[in-house]
């Protein structure tokens, strides 16, 4: 079986999500298929604006990510800054590599962001940060600046919206779509073939209509 996960540097919820993968898959097979999207141009073809556009929410937020990442006892440090470019990031996670060098560089990644508060838009810093891990850390930053890795994460972005993508982190297994850390408990129901959810609980939903378009004022 085989799950895709859409990921996002910028998300600290996608860091705690890829923190527990592990967890989650223990003992099955199944074999992840971590996919780098850009986020900002997810909320682009959506029509969505991101929680650091929202002061609100943004708010709400980091008071949520704090309690998750204590809950979970995963280290969580604020970044260098937020929003940040993950661009070059995106595209060094991009490069085709054998499976575990891919999963070292995201897992090294993550770390460095929301962790250590490295700023890896920056080469240099990049480039230092793959080294910790064995990785050649300079020829896979420059490698990444290519204008064919620049379309494959472009192309990657675009395919996720078509197969309904529309935030990160999200796992999608089969045809089935779970978004966010909060969805780990469904998604292992649903990997224990005891999903909540059928095929006819779903159905009626789908001839719902919105009944007017949303107005200001009252």
């Given at each position: 079986m085989n799950m895709r996960f859409?990921?996002?540097y910028i998300s600290p919820n996608a860091y705690l999500a890829w923190s527990q993968l592990h967890r989650l898959l223990a003992g099955r097979n199944i074999e992840v298929e971590p996919i780098p999207v850009?986020?900002?141009a997810l909320l682009e073809a959506n029509g969505q604006k991101g929680p650091a556009e929202i002061p609100a929410k943004m708010q709400w937020m980091v008071r949520d990510i704090l309690r998750k990442?204590?809950?979970?006892?995963v280290p969580l440090n604020p970044p260098a800054s937020h929003p940040f470019n993950p661009l070059l990031a995106l595209r060094v996670s991009s490069l085709a590599l054998p499976r575990e060098q891919k999963a070292a560089l995201i897992s090294?990644?993550?770390e460095a962001v929301w962790v250590r508060r490295v700023d890896v838009s920056d080469p240099t810093a990049l480039a230092e940060v793959l080294n910790r891990v064995g990785l050649e850390g300079r020829?896979?930053?420059?490698?990444?600046?290519s204008t064919e890795i620049k379309t494959i994460l472009r192309e990657h972005t675009t395919a996720a919206t078509r197969v309904g993508v529309f935030g990160v982190p999200t796992m999608?297994?089969?045809?089935?779509?779970?978004?966010?850390?909060?969805?780990?408990g469904y998604l292992e129901l649903f990997l224990r073939n005891e999903d909540l959810?059928?095929?006819e609980?779903?159905?009626?939903?789908s001839n719902v209509h919105p009944s007017a378009s949303r107005k200001n004022g009252f």
């Open positions: 859409y990921f996002d850009l986020f900002s990442a204590k809950q979970l006892n090294a990644i993550f020829s896979l930053t420059e490698q990444a600046t999608i297994v089969g045809s089935e779509l779970f978004w966010g850390l909060d969805d780990f959810l059928h095929g609980d779903v159905s009626e939903w």
